[in-house]
């Protein structure tokens, strides 16, 4: 496996995720307020701000692009594995979004660069049964979305963030990003995206976390 051939430093920090689930079973910053985004651009509970923060479970792999692979896998026609060339020379396109993170920042006009989602979906053609999917990162973290948000044109395979390399600390060399839902569904340090038919809910899913995570409706808990 290639999460195998990767270096990892430092530990998952017990003590942090404890605190997170105990924030879910007290429904910390919840506001009961939904909103939408034609109505305002902050969600409900969420403060703006400028720099970026880093938020992990203590681990940050130091994947180098040599040794990083891509697979899309499970319920797909074809299997897919990419190493840096093979995903570097699938079309490349810019996004700008906002950053909604559970603990309540969000951060404006992020522009990525990277994969449309839907590419890599076309390569894997997604067999008829396949309905979820569920990102695999380095660090061993795991988190799930319906395939048809994953397949939606604003999910992408990042490798820049504002014009340059996406840093280590935010899941370079390449992450998940999925704007619609609270940020911790955009996977890190990506190395596996599988599709399946039954829902599979990942790290934080388990832990108290909303399976959804729609910052519009506040899903922080569920
Ligand atoms: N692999 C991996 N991805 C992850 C996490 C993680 O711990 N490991 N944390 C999630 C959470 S809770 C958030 S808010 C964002 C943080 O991304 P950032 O550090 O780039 O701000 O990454 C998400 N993706
Ligand atoms: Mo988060």
Not at 45 to 64: E, M, S, Y
Request: proline share 7%.
């Amino acid at each position: 496996m290639a999460e195998d051939e990767v270096t990892l430093q430092g530990a998952i920090r017990e003590k942090l995720v404890r605190a997170k689930e105990q924030w879910a079973r007290e429904g910390r910053l919840l506001t009961g307020e939904t909103a939408s985004p034609q109505e305002q651009r902050l969600p409900p509970g969420q403060r703006l701000v400028q720099d970026f923060p880093v938020l992990d479970l203590g681990v940050q792999p130091d994947v180098r692009p040599e040794r990083w692979r891509l697979r899309v896998e499970g319920l797909v026609e074809e299997r897919v594995a990419l190493d840096w060339d093979g995903f570097m020379a699938l079309p490349q396109r810019d996004w700008t979004n906002d950053i909604h993170c559970v603990t309540a920042w969000s951060r404006y006009d992020n522009t990525w660069r990277g994969v449309a989602a839907r590419d890599l979906l076309m390569l894997a053609r997604p067999k008829p049964e396949a309905r979820f999917v569920v990102f695999h990162s380095y660090d061993g973290y795991t988190t799930n979305v319906p395939l048809a948000v994953f397949a939606a044109e604003d999910a992408l395979v990042a490798h820049s963030w504002n014009g340059a390399p996406l840093s280590r600390q935010h899941g370079g060399p390449a992450r998940i990003v999925i704007p619609r839902y609270y940020f911790w569904k955009s996977a890190k340090w990506v190395t596996r995206i599988e599709l399946l038919a039954e829902d599979w809910p990942g790290f934080w899913e388990v832990r108290g976390y909303h399976n959804n995570a729609d910052p519009w409706r506040e899903e922080r808990y569920g």
